[in-house]
């Protein structure tokens, strides 16, 4: 399967120049940041379990929020977007991406377990 971009942005920093870089694919999202030493990080979007948005008034009069993943990840178990514009759409974007990856991988939990007694 290809690789595509479905997302690509930088925190909103209040004018200030960011080094963090997100980018969300169809199968993982990856994050990148710093100067002199750049790091990244990635979780694969079938591990993702959840997302939410948090705005603040503040936050939703400058169009940006934050987008919190969930995921089953060992290293990132939570991962958090932070002040990233229009964050309902690219959340939206993200967890639909996950729902499609999660079908794609056939990586299904179990949530809940019936036993007929």
Same mark, same amino acid.
């Given at each position: 399967?290809? !690789? +595509? &971009?479905?997302?690509? #942005?930088?925190?909103f920093?209040?004018g200030?120049?960011?080094f963090?870089?997100?980018? *969300?694919?169809?199968?993982?999202?990856?994050m990148?940041?710093g100067?002199l030493?750049r790091?990244?990080?990635?979780?694969?979007?079938?591990?993702?379990?959840?997302?939410?948005?948090?705005?603040n008034?503040w !936050? +939703? &009069?400058?169009?940006? #929020?934050?987008?919190?993943?969930?995921?089953?990840?060992?290293d990132?178990?939570?991962? *958090?977007?932070?002040?990233?514009?229009?964050?309902?759409?690219v959340?939206?974007?993200l967890?639909?991406?996950?729902?499609?990856s999660?079908?794609t991988?056939?990586?299904?939990?179990m949530?809940?377990?019936h036993t007929d007694?």
């Open positions: 399967m290809e !690789e +595509r &971009i479905l997302w690509s #942005g930088k925190p920093n209040y200030l120049p960011s963090t870089k997100y980018t *969300v694919s169809n199968t993982r999202i990856i990148e940041s100067v030493t790091k990244r990080k990635e979780i694969r979007l079938y591990r993702i379990r959840d997302g939410s948005t948090k705005r008034l !936050e +939703r &009069i400058w169009g940006i #929020g934050d987008i919190t993943v969930i995921s089953t990840d060992a990132l178990p939570v991962f *958090v977007l932070r002040n990233i514009r229009n964050a309902v759409a959340a939206d974007i967890l639909n991406a996950a729902d499609e999660r079908k991988n056939r990586a299904f939990e949530t809940e377990v007694q």
